[in-house]
């Protein structure tokens, strides 16, 4: 569960000084997604901003286009475009002091305004249903109803999620469908609710590649690189990490020695099948007195 934050206190404070940097950054981000630019000039663009701003990244900036859902971050040297007609989701954390913010837009460089409608107006309509007593299946029924009314089907296996200082991802879970068991929210607790809307069937499944990190342990590490990457990656505060942060010598090797050991986890890319599209739309909210409070607003 999250820890419970009280309006008004220091770590109140610090929550909504994260969103605001996150939400001024993902404008700014946001408006840099077109045919001809890199995934990897906007993901520098806002990781650079949100530091300029004296906050950390919580995560590397996801840019997850068309079938892709989550956890796709572009790669040191990635020269992919945006195309016409993509569908890019951009996801964006910022912490500060570990007080973390978390939200999501959908970029239509094509026709699928409705898609992206889906998934705002099912955001809107969970944000809603918010308040402390509310069960977390009665706010992924709110996001299913509005994604299915629409024509779309929700993304039944990617959850909202808690957020804790230096933990972008806790209980409870929010369902992005009507489901019988989780638990009541509470005043004070701090989440991330994130629809994700599908032409698909509506589940993703892991692909190959793989650019993000955590470390999930502590452990010595006899091979060389392995320990150091080991030393940069405590720069992250335990946080998600992209390789492509890493100055390092053979990181990718070190990385791999890591995982293998059970040090680090990693974050493959989400996907729907093939030929499909995903969008999403996620704020970070604070569950107060008698609703909740958008610190991403």
């Keep these: ?8 206190s220091e770590a109140y404070e610090k929550y909504q000084e994260a969103g605001d940097i996150l939400s001024d950054v ?15 000039e906007v993901a520098e663009f806002a990781e650079s901003e949100i530091r300029e701003r004296g906050a950390k990244p919580a995560f590397p900036v996801n840019i997850s286009v068309n079938e892709e859902a989550s956890h796709a971050s572009p790669g ?57 007593g509310v069960h977390t299946g009665e706010v992924g029924a709110e996001v299913e109803d509005v994604i299915e009314a629409y024509g779309f089907k929700p993304i039944v296996n990617l959850t909202g999620h808690g957020l804790e200082v230096y933990d ?11 489901v019988d068991t989780g638990v009541e929210l509470q005043e ?31 452990k010595s590490v006899r091979n060389r690189q392995a320990r150091q990457v ?16 890493l100055d390092t010598p053979r990181a990718e090797m070190g990385l791999r020695r890591l995982e293998m050991n059970d040090v680090i986890r990693s974050y493959p890319v989400l996907k729907e099948q093939e030929g499909e599209l995903v969008s999403q739309a996620e704020h970070t909210v604070i569950v107060t007195e008698d609703g909740c409070e958008r610190t991403t607003e």
């Excluded at 993902?26 to 990897?40: K, Y």
């Excluded at 806790?170 to 469908?177: K, M």
């Excluded at 701090?190 to 502590?218: D, M």
Aim: aromatic share 4%; with cysteine; hydrophobic share 45%.
């Design 1 to 8: 569960m999250t820890d419970s934050v009280d309006v008004g």
């Design 76 to 132: 040191a040297g990635d020269e992919t475009e945006f195309a016409e007609g993509d569908v890019v989701c951009l996801d964006v954390g910022v912490h500060v002091d570990g007080h973390i913010a978390d939200a999501a837009t959908t970029v239509d460089l094509g026709d699928n305004r409705e898609l992206v409608e889906a998934a705002e107006e099912a955001l809107d309509a969970a944000l809603d249903a918010v308040e402390p």
């Design 168 to 178: 972008a991802h806790t209980g409870p879970n929010v369902p992005n469908r009507g």
């Design 188 to 218: 004070g607790d701090v989440l991330a609710i994130e629809p994700f809307a599908t032409t698909g069937n509506g589940k993703v499944s892991e692909g190959q590649a793989t650019e993000i990190y955590e470390v999930t342990a502590e």
């Design 230 to 245: 080991l030393d940069a990656a405590a720069a992250f505060d335990g946080l998600p990490f992209a390789a492509r942060w």
């Design 26 to 40: 993902m404008t700014e981000a946001a408006a840099l997604v077109e045919p001809g630019a890199t995934h990897l």
